[in-house]
């Protein structure tokens, strides 16, 4: 299966998939619960384009970066401008059309933005804020739904569970996306599944990996007492990076239970195991480990949590390439890409409101998993604002305190958002 994923190809599938919604075949008619028929008004074909809703988002952004053995700090002000269209539903189909467009304001040559191939900005004597700027379609599907259970074919952003291992990195100005089918079904009760065909991914830095991933996701609620979810996210790289092919198999159980009005408690438990498959040139065997466990008092929260990215004897580690890799092991992003002696992450977070705002504070303590050498320590926070007029206001920073990897970094970012 061929799915384009550069900007003319996404909007020729967008037109491909209007053509094709013209000529499905006549909707189901949905039983009654008396067991007649019950007829449902279906919108004609021109009614379900005209009577569909535009949405437009901005998000700007200033970030600062102080790098330890890189003289010249880093600054970027961009600005994330996203324009998108959603039809009605007709015969059970519904399309989806969204342009993307980060533009610099003012600071584009005094940071190193990481770009892939013309997307970079060619500097190399300031640190890395990977916000390439760039205009593209970035999302362009088709969706086919009957029931509970969903049909999406097109170039499209997937987040599943916490984007541990898959996500859109919806921090970053451009989001990562999917050239995809998927498949959802929530029609056993309590449960929901996901079934995923990847052929490209387009990264954060505009980069498009040919790839045949299959995506398996499953979760179970259990009444009063948390939520199961097993996976198995089979990646395999048809180019370089061919050291990222991996099979992830994995299993988690997460929950929160209310004591009283005032106080709750929440936990969780992952465990996952990741091998080489298909031309991977590297033989792997690793697993990955994540506890949690935390409380809740009047809307303040606390949780301590141990998470293990682990190392093949030293060779090569646990690797999460489709996440969304900034939520996670510090917002400095020096943990990305897992060293290959492999992570452990202590951290210790708590929030709560201040007035009319909502803060956080993360504190984590990083060490080989192979070796057990201390990597270093980094404190994290963020407040955040939302206006009556729904606009959202953040202040955000990281610093990361070196030991035995990278160096000392202070990251700071300053953003303001708005959806229409």
């Known amino acids: 299966m061929t799915i384009l994923h550069h900007t003319g190809s996404r909007l020729g599938a967008a037109v491909l998939f209007s053509l094709l919604s013209t000529s499905v075949i006549a909707a189901q008619d949905k039983p009654a619960a008396d067991g007649a028929t019950e007829k449902k008004e279906e919108l004609s074909f021109i009614d379900a384009f005209t009577k569909g809703k535009v949405n437009l988002t901005l998000r700007y952004r200033y970030a600062y970066v102080d790098q330890d053995g890189i003289a010249d700090t880093g600054t970027a002000s961009t600005l994330r401008t ?3 269209y959603r039809t009605e539903k007709f015969m059970g189909f519904q399309g989806y059309l969204e342009f ?3 533009t610099d304001l003012g600071a584009k040559y005094l940071h190193n933005n990481a770009g892939f191939g013309n997307y970079w900005n060619g500097v190399t004597t300031r640190p890395v804020v990977a916000d390439p700027a760039g205009t593209d379609v970035q999302q362009v599907y088709l969706d086919y739904g009957y029931g509970k259970s969903m049909a999406r074919l097109g170039a499209q952003e997937i987040v599943l569970d916490d984007a541990r291992f898959i996500g859109n990195v919806a921090w970053r100005q451009h989001h990562q996306s999917f050239d995809a089918l998927l498949l959802t079904t929530q029609e056993v009760e309590n449960a929901a599944f996901y079934f995923a065909y990847v052929n490209k991914v387009k990264r954060v830095n505009r980069a498009v990996l040919e790839t045949d991933t299959f995506i398996v996701n499953g979760h179970y ?3 009063d007492i948390g939520q199961i979810t097993v996976y198995d996210y089979y990646i ?9 092919s991996t099979n992830t198999l994995g299993a988690e159980f997460k929950g929160m239970r209310k004591v009283d009005d005032d106080w709750s408690y929440r936990y969780e438990a ?8 298909s031309d991977n040139p590297m033989s792997i065997s690793a697993m990955y480990y994540h506890l949690m466990a935390g409380a809740i008092y009047k809307g ?14 030293g060779n090569v580690a646990f690797q999460t ?8 092991n510090g917002w400095a992003d020096l943990f990305l890409v897992t060293p290959v002696n492999g992570l452990k992450d202590l951290y210790v977070q708590v929030d709560g409101p201040l007035g009319p705002t909502k803060w956080a504070l993360i504190f984590h303590n990083f060490t080989a998993d192979n070796g057990g050498a201390d990597y270093g320590t980094e404190f994290d ?3 955040t604002y939302k206006a009556d007029w729904g606009q959202t206001f953040g202040v955000k920073f990281a610093f990361y305190d070196a030991d035995t990897f990278a160096t000392d970094t202070t990251k700071g970012w300053i953003y303001t958002g708005f959806k229409f």
């Open 300 to 313: 303040f929260g606390l949780r301590v949590g141990y998470e293990v990215l682990g190392s093949d004897s």
């Open 321 to 328: 390439p489709l996440a969304t890799g900034h939520k996670f």
């Open 100 to 102: 993307e467009d980060v």
């Open 381 to 383: 926070g963020i407040i």
């Open 270 to 277: 992952e465990i996952a195991t990741q091998s080489d498959v």
């Open 236 to 244: 395999d790289l048809t180019a370089a990076p061919s050291v990222l």
């Open 221 to 223: 609620k259990l009444e």
């Open 82 to 84: 996203t324009l998108g």
